[in-house]
């Protein structure tokens, strides 16, 4: 970067913050799954999902307190992969660790109807809509890399944890909004999930070609345009995995109905 490699200083104590954060919600999980254990001993919580999870909170920790947490601010390649880090493969992998079901399975049964309760609010269900879902995810990287916000973040302490707290959270409802692993209280059908990715996929890929080639503010050229490719083939990447998924649960829905019409 151009203007900002002074801009902003982390103090060590936020990276001393994000490890206690980190082994808080790799601990909290395995408690949860412990106890889920002891209370179901013929359906063991699955173990992959665990590793799911520990390997999210680690891609996130690594953009906020660990190796790239200060490696950002000095190169845009390096923060375009750290967006990739915390905005999409972090929260594609938690998804997929099927944090609320877990939490439903440990809780006792009062608490687990409380919880659900929540889930099922209005607000929830609004957050979690698709579309809703895209245009916190999609929209906000838009705000954040057209405007003076990219700008800003670095050189205010509390509003680069904003945006990369909105980055991280806005990341997890997209994703857990396009592939159902977890419930939700609200289930939209296969084809209209389909076309809202398909929109949002578009809408992230025109915004990349767009870093390309109109560089974000105190961006050098050359970053730019290195950061906007990574951001185009890497989030190709995860965006394949999520259309896969989608694509299996879609077969997997009409697979039975298919299979019983043969059998009549």
């Not at 949002?200 to 970053?223: D, F, M, W």
């Not at 999520?242 to 039975?256: D, F, G, T």
């Amino acid at each position: 970067m151009e203007n900002m490699h002074h801009a902003l200083t982390i103090a060590p104590f936020w990276n001393a913050f994000f490890i206690v954060l980190s082994v808080i919600a790799v601990g909290g999980y395995i408690a949860a799954v412990i106890v889920s254990n002891k209370k179901d001993h013929l359906s063991k919580w699955p173990r992959y999902r665990t590793v799911l999870w520990i390997a999210g909170i680690l891609s996130a920790f690594v953009v906020m307190g660990g190796p790239l947490a200060k490696a950002v601010h000095m190169d845009f390649t390096l923060h375009m992969l750290g967006h990739l880090l915390l905005g999409m493969l972090s929260p594609l992998l938690l998804v997929l660790s099927s944090p609320i079901r877990l939490i439903l399975r440990a809780l006792p049964v009062r608490r687990a109807r409380q919880f659900t309760s929540v889930m099922r609010s209005g607000y929830v269900q609004f957050v979690t809509h698709p579309v809703t879902a895209s245009i916190l995810n999609i929209g906000g990287l838009w705000m954040l890399y057209t405007t003076t916000l990219f700008q800003l973040m670095h050189k205010y302490t509390w509003l680069y944890f904003l945006v990369h707290f909105h980055v991280f959270l806005a990341g997890y409802v997209f994703t857990a909004a396009m592939i159902y692993i977890d419930p939700v209280p609200r289930r939209y059908s296969y084809f209209y999930r389909s076309v809202v990715f398909i929109l949002a996929l578009a809408a992230h890929q025109i915004l990349s070609k767009r870093i390309y080639a109109y560089p974000p503010l105190g961006v050098a050229r050359e970053q730019a345009e290195a950061g906007g490719m990574l951001m185009y083939y890497g989030g190709n990447i995860v965006d394949v995995i999520i259309i896969y998924i989608i694509c299996l649960h879609w077969y997997r829905s009409k697979a039975p109905r298919a299979s019983l019409h043969q059998a009549h």
